[in-house]
C-alpha cells in the first residue's frame, strides 16, 4: 500500500475556497483505478492547517493518479497556500491491527477491556 500525505498551509481568505475544491475531487479520487481512500483533515489548534491523505493499492495506480487532471487541480491550489505543498509519499510494507494492540498490552489488556465493555450500551 502507498499512502501519499499532503499538507497545506492555506491563506485564511482563501480556507473555504481550498476546502471546497478539495471536496469537490472526493468522487473523481474515488473512481481512480487502485485509489483506496481520499480523506482531508484540518488541524484541531489551526483550521488553516490542512492535510489530504490518500491511500492507493500500488505505485502504478500513484503514478497514473500524479499524471491525471484530478492531480493538476490540486497542484493548481498553490496560489491559495502561504507555502507550496508538502508531498511525502510512504510506502508501507506491512499493516497491523488490534490483534498488535493485544500482542504490546497482553492479558491484562484483555481482562480491562472485558471489564470495560460492561459500559458500553446494548441494543
Given at each position: 500500500m502507498i499512502v501519499v500525505r499532503i499538507t497545506m498551509n492555506v491563506l485564511p481568505e482563501k480556507q473555504?475556497?481550498?476546502?471546497?475544491?478539495?471536496?469537490?475531487?472526493?468522487?473523481?479520487?474515488?473512481?481512480?483505478?487502485g485509489c483506496l481512500s481520499y480523506s482531508l483533515y484540518c488541524n484541531m489548534e489551526d483550521q488553516n492547517l490542512l492535510n489530504l491523505l490518500e491511500e492507493w493499492q500500488?505505485?502504478?495506480a500513484l503514478n497514473q493518479?500524479?499524471?491525471?487532471?484530478?492531480?493538476?487541480?490540486l497542484l493548481g491550489t498553490k496560489s491559495l497556500l502561504i507555502e507550496p505543498h508538502g508531498i511525502h509519499i510512504y510506502t508501507i510494507g506491512q499493516s497491523e491491527g488490534m490483534?498488535?494492540?493485544?500482542?504490546?498490552?497482553?492479558?491484562?489488556?484483555?481482562?480491562?477491556?472485558?471489564?470495560?465493555?460492561q459500559y458500553l450500551p446494548t441494543d
Open positions: 473555504k475556497e481550498l476546502v471546497q475544491t478539495l471536496l469537490s475531487m472526493v468522487g473523481s479520487m474515488e473512481m481512480e483505478t500500488t505505485r502504478k493518479h500524479l499524471r491525471s487532471d484530478i492531480f493538476d487541480v490483534e498488535a494492540v493485544h500482542s504490546a498490552r497482553g492479558k491484562e489488556f484483555e481482562r480491562v477491556h472485558k471489564d470495560a465493555s
